[in-house]
């Protein structure tokens, strides 16, 4: 394991027409060569958008 993230919920801006409304930059550096990545979170509660890798933060 290279890095682990540990992401808190940031809830909604009070939009009946969006769930997930609200987002925050978050990054992790590490030393060397990942092969392979795991995101997990409960069903239908968590996003993810634009993930990108090699950076600190996207």
Do not use: K, Q
């Amino acid at each position: 394991m290279l890095a682990t993230l540990n992401l808190i919920g940031l809830g909604s801006d009070n939009n009946p027409n969006a769930e997930y409304d609200r987002w925050a930059l978050v990054g992790a550096s590490f030393v060397g060569v990942a092969h392979s990545g795991a995101f997990t979170g409960a069903a239908n509660f968590i996003a993810f958008d634009d993930v990108t890798f090699g950076s600190t933060c996207p």
